[in-house]
């Protein structure tokens, strides 16, 4: 247990967090939305601080970052609670739960990034669940990662507030944030939010200069429709650029959305086809087998770069960022 960072103190010992858009107004003895910060006598602390609730190695394609280091690996660091309440989320037994919920061995920044060393990683990503309601956890690793020449990815809903996003920014090599949708709608049913904040994190990361990528999680009848994706494709392409790394998922029945049925690799492929056909340079498909949708062509003569199988790297024809038939340069995080 840590105090935490970004709320304000009110009358009565009651506090409000100022960390995301939800702006908790929080009674003593009582929690945030996202379970992870308690008002104890007045002051807020993060309960998740040095209590990860997954430790993991994993390939960065799996986050997935594919235009990120490809090929290495990423100690992966997970905590409880989410402040979202997403009713199609893959990862809800720890999501939905606070860390005293959870059984969290107390391991320290020191010792997160110990085992990143040992493990040969040359990147740590905070992820599994939403990292950024543990942010003095993640802020305190990413520092310490950040002087022994180590990489911090975040995989985030990108449900965060402007300030303490930029004062995270100056650990962060690269990001993977889940647009879940396009439309406020969507947020707001079926994941208890609003989506100008995550446009927001968005635009502030290129700003900041993190190396970012897109995950469209494609649920059918609610953000599966062609004006669904070409509207998200538009905006991506407006505010973010056409090289913007854009992975459309695939969704399984799961937690509260068990009775729709999972997305079809038809419609995966469809979205992929109108965001390449509306200018956008680098899309994928995911959760589901595709080769043509797993690997890399070059945007300008088509040649294949990178290929994939599953979360491995098979073939790497990449000649220091650049396409070596044309010689295009292919954006991505491509060396240390």
């Given at each position: ?239 973010l650029g056409t090289a913007t790394v854009l992975h459309f998922t695939a969704f399984y029945p799961c937690y ?81």
């Amino acid at each position: 247990m840590k105090k935490a960072q970004f709320y304000h103190k009110l009358k009565n010992n009651i506090v409000q967090c100022v960390l995301c858009p939800h702006y908790c107004i929080i009674k003593n003895d009582d929690f945030g939305k996202c379970k992870v910060r308690k008002n104890i006598d007045g002051r807020l602390y993060s309960l998740s601080y040095e209590h990860p609730v997954a430790l993991n190695v994993d390939p960065v394609e799996k986050k997935p970052l594919y235009h990120f280091l490809p090929g290495e690996k990423a100690f992966s660091v997970g905590m409880a609670g989410c402040n979202l309440k997403c009713q199609q989320c893959q990862n809800w037994d720890i999501s939905q739960k606070g860390p005293e919920e959870l059984p969290t061995p107390k391991v320290s920044a020191k010792e997160v990034i110990e085992r990143s060393k040992e493990l040969n990683c040359p990147m740590t990503a905070y992820t599994y669940s939403e990292p950024l309601v543990s942010l003095e956890y993640v802020y305190e690793t990413a520092k310490l990662a950040k002087k022994q020449g180590i990489k911090n990815i975040i995989v985030s809903n990108g449900f965060i507030n402007p300030g303490p996003l930029k004062k995270l920014c100056r650990y962060i090599d690269g990001a993977n944030i889940d647009l879940k949708s396009i439309s406020d709608r969507f947020y707001r049913e079926i994941c208890s939010a609003k989506i100008e904040p995550v446009l927001e994190t968005l635009k502030v990361l290129k700003q900041e200069g993190i190396w970012t990528e897109i995950t469209n999680l494609i649920v059918p009848t609610l953000n599966d429709s062609e004006k669904d994706i070409k509207e998200l494709v538009e905006w991506i392409k407006e505010n973010l650029g056409t090289a913007t790394v854009l992975h459309f998922t695939a969704f399984y029945p799961c937690y509260k959305l068990l009775e729709l049925p999972p997305t079809p690799l038809e419609k995966l492929k469809k979205a992929r086809k109108i965001a390449i056909e509306s200018g956008m340079k680098y899309v994928y498909t995911g959760n589901l087998p595709d080769e043509e949708g797993n690997n890399t062509y070059c945007p300008k003569c088509g040649k294949m770069l990178i290929k994939r199988r599953l979360f491995s790297i098979t073939e790497n024809n990449l000649n220091k960022g650049k396409c070596p038939k044309c010689h295009a340069k292919i954006y991505g995080f491509w060396t240390y």
